[in-house]
């Protein structure tokens, strides 16, 4: 493989943009690994699974090693998973978010991919990033939160912890099932625009304006809830100008 160029500095490597300091030592650990790796001309590559003595992939090997995982979500945030109206790849964003799974800087700090003097919030608000920082604690994003908020017609003091923020914000729309269905659509639709703004600004150095990341909001949650649910014929318009009129349409 390193006859290939895939060893340090091979012509094999290449990158879009300079790499961040954090960024090469992850190859340097993946070089490491590859070093290990011997290929065998005469065999046919294939995939193993580990986790049967097999090496063939089974449901139900699947199904036994997440049930014995010690890392469970708790049953009160089973409302905010697997929705179908939400993008698979969403989905499976807060699924890793209440896990605490997500590449965090307080997270990349702790695999050794990044230093102590990395760990400052993306957003340069000054403060250490993990994930009730950045989502829910932040001065930055908490703006994004009050314009949402605001558009909701709502304006209330929100948690500062992801367990009790979901149950919270969420809750706002009343006994409503349709309403809590909706408020928990645009719950998501908010941390996944604070992820994704999160990702370019280290990737591309670009930093958006609060008022535009609300727009993002509001028209992506639009868009999801006009691809789930028939009822929902309105403009984006009607449901930029006036949400609350449009929540009688998902059931």
């Known amino acids: ?42 065999e046919v590559d294939r995939w193993v699974w580990k986790l049967h003595s097999s090496q063939s992939y089974f449901v ?3 199904y036994s090693y997440l049930s014995a995982s010690e890392t469970r979500i708790s049953d009160s945030f089973d409302r905010f998973l697997w929705l179908k109206s939400v993008p698979l790849k969403v989905n499976i964003f807060v699924w890793s978010l209440f896990l605490n799974r ?11 991919s990044i230093d102590d003097h990395q760990l400052l919030c993306s957003a340069l608000c000054g403060f ?22 605001k558009w909701l017609g709502i304006s209330t003091v929100l948690h500062g912890v992801v367990e009790a923020h979901s149950i919270q914000f969420c809750g706002l729309g009343g006994a409503s099932k349709g309403s809590t269905k909706v408020f928990t659509i645009i719950w998501i639709s908010v941390l996944y625009v604070i992820w994704r703004d999160r990702n370019i600004r280290i990737f591309k150095s670009v ?10 909001v509001k028209l992506q949650t639009f868009w999801w809830l006009k691809s789930s649910y028939i009822l929902f014929d309105f403009d984006y318009l009607g449901w930029q100008q006036n949400p609350w009129n449009c929540f009688q349409a998902v059931v």
């Open 102 to 112: 997500l590449p965090t800087k307080d997270n990349l700090q702790k695999r050794g």
């Open 60 to 62: 139900k090997s699947a």
């Open 207 to 216: 930093h958006e304006s609060i008022d535009k990341l609300a727009e993002r």
């Open 128 to 149: 250490s990033e993990d994930l009730n920082h950045l989502f829910f604690q932040c001065p930055v994003y908490g703006q994004l939160w009050l314009v949402i908020s």
């Open 1 to 42: 493989m390193f006859e290939a160029g895939w060893g340090i500095g091979g012509e094999a490597w290449k990158w879009r943009q300079r790499l961040f300091a954090w960024e090469e030592e992850l190859v340097l650990g993946c070089v490491g690994k590859l070093a290990n790796i011997f290929l065998q001309v005469d």
